[in-house]
């Protein structure tokens, strides 16, 4: 079955990074699955397990009234996020 632009872009770019206890930063899709963890200058795709609570702080690139899929601006706003961590990848 193929994917609508809105099911692609939840999955594919960057809705929130959190700060974990560690330093070590976490991004996340819209549905809250991890992609990629920051740690320093080293960004790997993330594979430890990570329990996000209401507690942790996290920046957030857009909201419901103004999605990606949506508003070209918050786009390119979490493809440059996402372009930005992987080039330390």
């Not at 079955?1 to 070590?24: C, F, H, V, W």
């Not at 960004?43 to 690139?61: C, D, I, K, N």
Request: glycine share 6%.
């Amino acid at each position: 079955m193929k994917q609508t632009l809105s099911q692609r872009l939840r999955t594919e770019l960057p809705y929130a990074i959190y700060k974990l206890e560690d330093g070590s930063e976490l991004m996340v899709n819209r549905n809250y699955h991890k992609i990629l963890l920051r740690t320093g200058n080293v960004v790997e795709q993330h594979s430890r397990p990570v329990q996000l609570t209401p507690a942790m702080h996290g920046t957030h690139f857009y909201d419901d009234g103004n999605p990606p899929w949506e508003c070209k601006k918050s786009r390119k706003a979490c493809e440059a996020k996402l372009r930005e961590w992987q080039a330390f990848g």
